[in-house]
């Protein structure tokens, strides 16, 4: 058998394989070791192949159609530091639960550590932050070898896959020639099928249903808090149970659960404001804590459970990744969040229908919550609608007011992720939050958004930092080549904004060039470089039109915003101040976004 014919039968039946266990879309960047698969899976007739030229885009892009979807995408590049350039978007995927399948050629072993261009050392590249990592065997058409190939493919993907999702990684050696043959499918047909895996998620036991549910009856003045999460299903599940028990949501704007038709009463939005006021979090004072999803954006959420650490906070984790940095929770359980809420929600209701009586009077305690998120709101929205231009936080707040229903929100790290969370309201009008929260870089973010807009059937606007954005500006390519709906506004304070509320700041003298980092760049020829439409706004009108008119024009629009590093800082406290001074409790206010421990700056 000719190498050529070789290639075609192993990596066609690896190929095959992985759009047998679901691999529907694979993102490539060009290079010569990688060419027995990009070959192998261009002409695959069912996979969709999309070309990039920078690996490290290629791969945030990647998990952007990854985490629109919530299904496995596959990365391939070729040799050498091609490869180390995925590496920041399989560790984000790794701490975000997000389905990667990374392939990487390489050099044979004969090449390896001799002095070979192009080759590093790429065995277990990306550590422990891979689910599974292969070394791949040379192509080879004996039997052996096809099965193998093939169970690799279909394990990839279920472990992949399964319980917190992550990335795999498989690490292909090709030897020259690399160029298969075009063999005719039934020529490369291999006998038997492909290794399928089933992941299912953990079902709650009974006896964890009725340890909580006990907590439910038993405590009247608990709380429900939904961290960042993409199950849909969960808000209807969660919020169902919460109005059963009288316990109040706290839904981080990631957690799918603040916006939608399920949203009633028991879903806040404004904690963030409210939570920084002392007064407020002693009176608000809970005695039982159910968690859900990763660790929230909001500082002084994350403040209010380690400052309650001393009653029964049960933290709910799909799998044994404790995602609990502060170490709040007293016990964490395995489960499926959604299954365990519709679990909770029949428990609740039988045991309401054996007329057992949820102890205490619980209208006052769910009453103190919504009264605190309604003045909050109130404030917000005075303070923002009478806004001359603008501000970083009147951003989203106005945002929430035009975005188009269903549509999702991208939010860039830094600020944009916690404004949003800040002031992005709770509502019955649908729409999705999404960011690169895993490992919370600023590196791949406009890449991400522009792979979640290619798989979303609704418009996608990314709230992005003009650093971020500069970060990632390569990423752009994929605009002008893929073209997806998608509304950039671009928030430019002209360095990191974010430090200016961090103890440096009073450090004047070294915290411009350290941390402020200002560039003075002009991002309107960037939007020229790629061919897109760019618009700088400063009034609310402005910025309300230039919105609906990307909403309704196809394709990628940038819209700037321009800001000031000092104003948004004094707006943000003048903001908070007032908001507790609304609440009726003036004094002692945190004026951090970290309210409790220093915010790190991610
Ligand atoms: C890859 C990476 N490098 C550095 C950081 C540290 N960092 C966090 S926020 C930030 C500044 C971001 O500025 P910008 O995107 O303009 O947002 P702003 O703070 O102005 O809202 C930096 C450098 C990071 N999170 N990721
Ligand atoms: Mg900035």
Redesign the pocket.
């Known amino acids: 058998m000719t190498q050529g014919e070789t290639l075609a039968k192993y990596v066609g039946a690896f190929v095959d394989a992985l759009w047998d266990a679901g691999v529907e879309d694979v993102c490539l960047c060009p290079g010569s070791r990688s060419t027995p698969l990009a070959l192998m899976i261009m002409r695959h007739e069912r996979i969709k192949v999309w070309t990039h030229l920078d690996e490290r885009s290629c791969a945030f892009f990647a998990l952007g159609m990854a985490k629109a979807n919530r299904r496995p995408v596959a990365i391939l590049c070729s040799s050498g530091t091609a490869a180390v350039n995925f590496a ?1 978007a399989v560790f984000e995927a790794f701490n975000a639960g997000v389905s990667l399948i990374v392939l990487t050629a390489d050099r044979p072993q004969e090449l390896r550590d001799v002095g070979a261009t192009q080759t590093i050392d790429q065995v277990h590249l990306y550590g422990r932050s891979v689910k599974w990592s292969a070394e791949m065997l040379l192509p080879d058409a004996a039997p052996e070898s096809l099965r193998y190939v093939r169970m690799a493919a279909g394990r990839a993907v279920a472990v992949s896959s399964d319980g917190h999702p992550g990335p795999v990684h498989l690490n292909f050696p090709f030897r020259e020639p690399l160029v298969p043959d075009r063999l005719p499918a039934a020529a490369r047909a291999v006998e038997g099928r492909a290794t399928l895996g089933f992941p299912s998620l953990p079902r709650p036991s009974s006896r964890v249903v009725s340890v909580i549910a006990r907590h439910f009856f038993s405590q009247h003045r608990g709380v429900i808090v939904c961290g960042p999460q993409d199950d849909p299903a969960l808000a209807q599940e969660v919020t169902s149970v919460a109005q059963l028990i009288h316990y109040p949501v706290l839904a981080d704007v990631l957690s799918q659960v603040r916006c939608g038709e399920h949203h009633n009463a028991t879903v806040l939005g404004a904690y963030d404001n409210f939570l920084r006021d002392r007064p407020t979090v002693d009176a608000l004072r809970p005695e039982f804590i159910l968690r859900f999803g990763a660790t929230p954006v909001s500082k002084p959420l994350s403040g209010y459970l380690q400052r309650y650490r001393d009653v029964p906070q049960i933290l709910v984790s799909p799998d044994l990744t404790w995602r609990d940095p502060d170490q709040s929770a007293e016990t964490v359980i395995t489960a499926d969040a959604t299954s365990l809420c519709s679990a909770l929600r029949a428990e609740v209701t039988k045991r309401l229908e054996r007329t057992m009586e949820l102890e205490g009077d619980r209208e006052p305690w769910l009453a103190a919550w919504q009264q605190a998120e309604r003045s909050t709101v109130s404030h917000l929205s005075t303070a923002f609608a009478g806004e001359a231009s603008v501000s ?1 936080g009147g951003a989203f707040w106005q945002l929430e007011r035009v975005l188009p229903d269903k549509a999702i929100v991208f939010a ?5 992720v916690r ?1 949003l969370d800040t002031f992005f309201g709770s509502s019955t009008r649908p729409a999705s939050f999404l960011a690169n929260r895993g ?5 791949g973010v406009v890449s991400s958004a522009l792979g979640a807009a290619v798989k979303s059937q609704e418009r996608v606007v990314l709230a ?8 990632d500006m390569n990423g752009l390519l994929a605009a002008r080549r893929y073209n997806p709906n998608l509304t950039i506004v671009l ?3 002209d ?5 200016s509320f961090l103890p440096q700041y009073d450090d004047q003298d070294d915290f411009e060039a350290l941390f402020g ?1 200002p560039h003075g760049l002009d991002f309107a020829p960037a939007a020229e470089l790629y061919g897109l439409p760019f618009e700088r706004v400063s009034t609310p009108a402005e910025y309300e039109t230039a919105l609906r008119a990307s909403f309704d024009r196809p394709g990628v629009s940038i819209i700037e915003l321009r800001t000031i ?1 000092t104003e948004n800082l004094e707006a943000h406290r003048s903001l908070w101040r007032d908001v507790a001074t609304a609440l009726n409790a003036p004094t002692d206010v945190d004026h951090t976004p970290g309210s409790v421990t220093p915010l790190a ?2």
């Open positions: 920041p970083e860039g790290n830094s600020m944009p404004d490992a919370s870089g600023i590196d992005i930092g003009d650093v971020s954005f500069y970060h928030i430019n304070n360095g990191g904004g974010i430090f980092t590093r700056a991610q």
